[in-house]
C-alpha cells in the first residue's frame, strides 16, 4: 500500500509531468504558426438558427407601439386567448390615436370592469371571422363581424375605407389571420 507520502510524491509527479507536457506542446503549436508565404483568405460563416415564435394577430397588436391602447382593451376584455386561437381572423385594428379621438373618457369607462360586455362588443365589432386580404374587399361589400354586426366597404380612388374609417395599414398577415390598421374607431349600433 502507498503511504501518505509516497501518494503525495505520486502526485507532485503528475503535475510536474503534465505541466512539461504543456509547456511542450505550446511550443509546438508557436512553432508551427509560422506566416505561409503567399496569405490565404478564409472566410468564416456564422450559421443563425432563428427560431420560429407564432405571429398571432394579437402579436402583431402587442408589437405596434401604435396599438398599445387597443392591447389593454382586448386584455380588459379577456380576448388575448380569444384573438390567439386558431381563427383565421380579419383585424381592423384602431391606433392609438383613434381611439384618443373618442370623446374624453369613452376609453376609460369602457375599461372599467362592469362596462366588459359593453367593450367586448365594440372589441368584436373590430373582428370578422376568416383571413380577408385587402385584395379580396369590393366596393359595397359587407362583412359580419364577430359580434354579429356588419360592416361596409368602400373603395374610392384606391382607398379602403370600413364604415367611414380608413385602412392606413393593410395585410399584416399573422399565423392565424390578418390585420388591416385602421384610423378611427368602429362603434356598434
Do not use: W
Not at 509547456?23 to 508557436?30: D, G, K, L, Q, R
Not at 384618443?100 to 362588443?121: I, M, R, S
Not at 399573422?174 to 384610423?183: C, E, F, L, P, W
Amino acid at each position: 500500500m502507498d503511504t501518505s507520502k509516497q501518494k503525495l510524491t505520486k502526485m507532485k509527479n503528475l503535475r510536474l509531468l503534465s505541466l512539461a507536457f504543456a509547456v511542450a506542446a505550446t511550443s509546438f503549436v508557436i512553432s508551427c504558426e509560422s506566416k505561409p508565404s503567399e496569405e490565404v483568405e478564409t472566410e468564416v460563416v456564422e450559421e443563425t438558427v432563428v427560431a420560429e415564435a407564432p405571429n398571432t394577430v394579437v402579436d402583431i397588436a402587442i408589437g405596434s407601439p401604435d396599438h398599445t391602447t387597443l392591447v389593454a382593451a382586448v386584455t380588459a376584455a379577456d380576448l388575448v386567448g380569444t384573438l390567439s386561437g386558431d381563427g383565421p381572423f380579419t383585424v381592423f385594428a384602431p391606433t392609438n390615436a383613434a381611439f384618443d379621438a373618442l370623446p374624453a373618457g369613452t376609453v376609460d369607462t369602457l375599461l372599467l370592469p362592469e362596462n366588459k360586455d359593453q367593450l367586448t362588443g365594440v372589441l368584436t365589432y373590430h373582428v370578422v371571422a376568416g383571413n380577408v386580404m385587402s385584395g379580396d374587399l369590393t366596393d359595397g361589400q359587407v362583412v359580419t363581424t364577430l359580434n354579429g354586426q356588419t360592416l361596409t366597404v368602400s373603395i374610392k380612388d384606391g382607398v379602403v375605407m370600413i364604415n367611414g374609417a380608413t385602412v392606413v395599414a393593410a395585410d399584416l398577415a399573422g399565423t392565424n389571420g390578418v390585420v388591416h390598421v385602421i384610423d378611427s374607431v368602429l362603434l356598434p349600433k
